[in-house]
């Protein structure tokens, strides 16, 4: 997507440069684009946000299908339960008033925050790049009941909520791929139903929005989660804890008929082995690095099973319905996030012992 910046040879790379502002015009856009967060169909970001509950009155209609700024969700045809709930997300805060110029946070949004907040020669080069008058086009075209190309149903660009000290600025995401880590420092404050979570995106930055009751919503690995055993599965959702809550959303997920959340847990500290040919895409990122989803039986740690792994069978032996038991079911629910440069080479012989102890 972004033009190559790379085409000259080492023999022609001259070796005094201009300021930026005497660049040429085409050449300075240029610049901007290939600084712009990289986008296609196995390039994704991963954005670490706040959940905000959406409260309704319950004693009247439902103010958020009833909004008339709401496009794409057909009450009627929708499987309700009981546990229904909305949420929005918020973004983190900009780091550009730290004195380090450092932030915690490593969100994917941040990436072309600076883009989307320099200059207008920035701003037009970070629209360009995203194709966001494209977007706005096929937004307002007229809706025609047969149309199937219609925005809510592509990987259309959204914004998150921005943090209270950021009104201004426009953190942007794209629901249908990107995936969300979830800040768990406040327990008490996450529903405890995945049918609680639907999660309500706007179109860009406009009024304008719609219902993603699927998503990919994501917790980062504890190895504390490791530190006591797996309760029985009504105390372990007793728990205040992230395990505890993880366990609180994957009930019910037996229930196929009502679209819900899909569910990943990110490790960046275990180790994991490719399997041979296998192309490892999409890519997700964030501002610290590249991801990739592997199989559980994947991860690593000195030359055995990773912590995650051993964590998630033992999960999944207290959640599992022991009635209709298919092993090891809530790792087939569960989608496992590494860090692409935590690959180590694939040792045999420690892979056969590993055979051998299972």
Known sequence: MTEHLDDLSAADTPTTFQSFPKLPT???????????FPRSQIDHGIHYVTV??????????????????????????????????YVTLTAPKLPFDDPAGRSSNASACLWDAGLSTACHESRLAFAEYH??????????????????????????????????????????TVPLFDIFC??????????????????????????????????NI??????????KLVP???????????????????????????PKPNVWIIDDNV???????????????????EYVQIDWEDARRDGAKGDVTRFFERLSDVLDDEIDYVPFRTKQIVKLLVRKDNEIPRDPNKELELRSDE
């Open 218 to 227: 994501a917790i980062k690995y504890d190895k504390s989660w490791n530190k």
């Open 131 to 172: 194709n966001l008058k494209g977007w706005r086009e096929l937004r307002e075209k007229p809706i025609n009941t047969t149309q199937t190309n219609l925005w809510y149903h592509q990987a259309y660009p959204s914004t998150l909520v921005p943090h209270k000290r950021d009104k201004n600025w426009c953190p942007m």
């Open 182 to 215: 979830i800040d768990m420092s406040s327990i008490k404050k996450l529903p405890k139903s995945l049918y609680s979570m639907k999660l309500l995106t706007p179109f860009l930055s406009t009024r304008t929005f719609t219902i993603r009751e699927s998503w």
């Open 232 to 258: 029985q599965e009504y105390r372990l959702k007793r728990e205040n804890t992230p395990r505890g809550r993880l366990a609180n959303w994957l009930d019910r997920f037996n229930d196929e008929v009502i």
């Open 52 to 85: 905000n509950i959406v409260h309704e009155d319950f004693e009247g209609e439902d103010i958020v299908t009833s909004d008339n700024n709401l496009e794409g969700y057909d009450e009627e045809s929708t499987v309700e339960s009981d546990d229904d709930g």
């Open 26 to 36: 085409e050449v300075r856009l240029r610049i901007w684009k290939h600084a712009c």
């Open 271 to 289: 180790e994991w082995v490719a399997r041979g040919e296998q192309t490892y895409t999409p890519v997700y990122r964030d501002c610290d690095g």
